[in-house]
């Protein structure tokens, strides 16, 4: 049996991707229409970039969780992320600390996505679109991830039943 539950973002998850998706589309604009006026290489990498860091988190950020019976499935907008259960150490509801920290990623702008280290836990990578829903998983392996869902309760539960 699978569940599939969305992943819903916070209020300030939506207002930073609101402004600055407002933000890289005027300036890519701006830069278009310099471009059109005199051509500039230096400008031209500046607009590349920004698209490449809007393309990016697009395709990066959360959409959905399922559980099925051999593991747990994040969907992305073009990927997804496959924890099997027999990798699965711990399952936890996680409390985001005051020194987490953004090694790489986003911290907001369409989520926050990426990687990211604590004193509690390490390093971890993170696809969570509210920190009031997030989940802490430990792999064997010692990789770690922080998630979230509209109901991180039932996918706590279920993988608890699944891993013993």
């Not at 278009?32 to 500046?46: C, G, N, Q, Y």
Request: hydrophobic fraction near 45%.
């Amino acid at each position: 049996m699978t569940t599939k539950l969305n992943v819903q973002w916070s209020t300030y998850v939506k207002c930073i991707t609101f402004l600055v998706a407002i933000i890289i589309v005027a300036v890519e604009i701006g830069i278009i229409l310099k471009l059109l006026h005199s051509f500039d290489w230096l400008l031209l990498m500046v607009g590349i970039a920004f698209l490449f860091i809007f393309i990016y988190n697009l395709f990066e950020a959360p959409v959905s969780l399922e559980v099925n019976d051999s593991q747990i499935v994040l969907n992305k907008i073009t990927s997804q992320v496959k924890i099997n259960f027999n990798e699965i150490e711990t399952i936890r509801i996680y409390k985001r600390g005051t020194f987490d920290i953004r090694l790489f990623g986003s911290g907001g702008f369409c989520g926050y996505i990426g990687h990211f280290s604590s004193k509690e836990i390490g390093k971890y990578r993170a696809y969570v679109g509210n920190y009031n829903q997030a989940f802490l998983i430990k792999t064997r392996n010692k990789k770690n991830y922080v998630l979230s869902c509209e109901d991180r309760d039932l996918i706590i539960s279920r993988v608890k039943a699944k891993i013993g």
